[in-house]
């Protein structure tokens, strides 16, 4: 391509380059001394173990504003582990409609197809930047569906599209959503996350939300297939309460737990979800300020209003780029990530494997607004060295 004119390189660095879609950024001021009181080399079913568990599963349902009668557990296997439990646990009662418009909801469309193999599923999906049509979708059917979009940046603007009288269920991962996006739990059935997001924890565990509708579903309906045991939530017919107040499925780790709690008193320091959904809302302002006035680069969601202030994935739309075939354009990201991961300004900033080719910012509560300021001249050099390579 042509040679562009060279930038020089700019003075001021983030402090802290980890921008990182999963794990994310240790919340501002981390230390390891914050974990000291976790109760390690100690049973988790012991009274100090069972009590920071609880602690998290109470501070939780604080900070996210969970209504009275929903259950809250903490799970095995990251958000993936707590997504999968909620479909093998409830679908099949009725027919299912399968949303996607990334990878990961891509995924969950796979695994009822392929895995679960339901013959009455109906798949509803879009390309990346862009939603389906959320005014089609049958709600006397299951539902599947991302909050946000991880992979593409796309979000859904709001829950408005649900209505409050349905006859199935709506199940959502809202992993790189819950903690920086509003949440309107009574269109909600399940919902699911990993701590690894928004509040920065640790990998490997998943928290499953139940409604009152989705307990009622799981104590009436016994699906055909077998149960692995870490996905299991009845006995007899019954819920098992005890993964609701602590006593988890299996063992969980101690230190991420308190890892955990660290993040969630970090929230309430700030005032809770609000000041959450303020520091990501001023993250994704400095990228959005950034991108308006940069000609070579854009947002993959095509519409503003479905745009994620927590994972913000861009596309290079300069247009000999742009004209390239998607190996050359993952060529010439490389190059720019390459450019900025060797400097120490940002690391970990590649879109998705399967995405579109392109950059993916980590703009949740853990960035610092002055880090994401500092990393756009950053990202303007890195692409004058790419186009001159």
Not at 233 to 238: A, D, E, I, M, S
Request: proline share 6%.
């Amino acid at each position: 391509m042509d040679a562009r004119p060279l930038l020089a390189t700019p003075q001021v660095r983030p402090q802290n380059p980890r921008f990182s879609s999963g794990p994310c950024a240790k919340r501002p001021g981390w230390e390891l001394s914050a974990l000291k009181d976790a109760p390690l080399g100690r049973s988790h079913r012991a009274t100090p173990g069972k009590s920071k568990l609880k602690q998290a599963i109470d501070l939780t349902r604080a900070v996210l504003r969970v209504p009275e009668g929903y259950r809250i557990g903490i799970v095995p296997a990251s958000d993936t582990g707590a997504y999968e439990m909620a479909m093998w646990s409830l679908l099949g009662e009725r027919p299912v409609t399968m949303m996607a418009w990334e990878s990961f909801g891509a995924g969950w469309v796979s695994d009822v197809l392929k895995q679960l193999k339901l013959e009455d599923a109906t798949e509803v999906v879009a390309d990346y930047g862009k939603l389906p049509d959320l005014a089609a979708i049958d709600f006397d059917t299951d539902v599947c569906f991302t909050w946000n979009g991880t992979t593409s940046g796309v979000k859904v603007p709001n829950g408005d599209f649900i209505p409050a009288n349905r006859d199935g269920l709506t199940l959502c991962d809202a992993t790189s959503a819950a903690f920086a996006q509003d949440l309107p739990f009574d269109k909600l059935d399940v919902v699911t996350f990993s701590w690894q997001k928004v509040l920065g924890g640790e990998a490997a565990h998943g928290v499953i939300i139940l409604s009152p509708r989705a307990v009622e579903r799981l104590e009436s309906y016994t699906p055909a297939w077998p149960m692995p045991k870490i996905f299991r939530l009845t006995k007899g017919g019954k819920l098992i309460e005890g993964i609701f107040s602590g006593a988890t499925i299996n063992t969980p780790s101690m230190l991420c737990v308190e890892d955990y709690i660290d993040a969630l008193n970090w929230a309430n320091g700030l005032g809770g979800l609000d000041g959450l959904k303020n520091r990501a809302d001023a993250n994704f302002g400095a990228l959005n300020d950034w991108v308006s006035k940069t000609d070579w680069v854009d947002f993959l969601a095509e519409v503003p209003e479905t745009r994620s202030n927590t994972s913000v994935c861009l596309k290079i739309v300069d247009p000999e780029v742009a004209a390239m075939d998607d190996d050359a354009q993952s060529a010439f990201v490389k190059k720019m990530t390459s450019h900025l991961d060797k400097e120490g300004v940002a690391f970990d900033i590649g879109g998705y494997r399967d995405a579109p080719p392109g950059l993916r910012i980590w703009a949740g509560a853990t960035v610092e607004t002055s880090d994401l300021q500092a990393l756009t001249p950053w990202l303007d050099w890195a692409f004058a060295q790419a186009t001159n390579a």
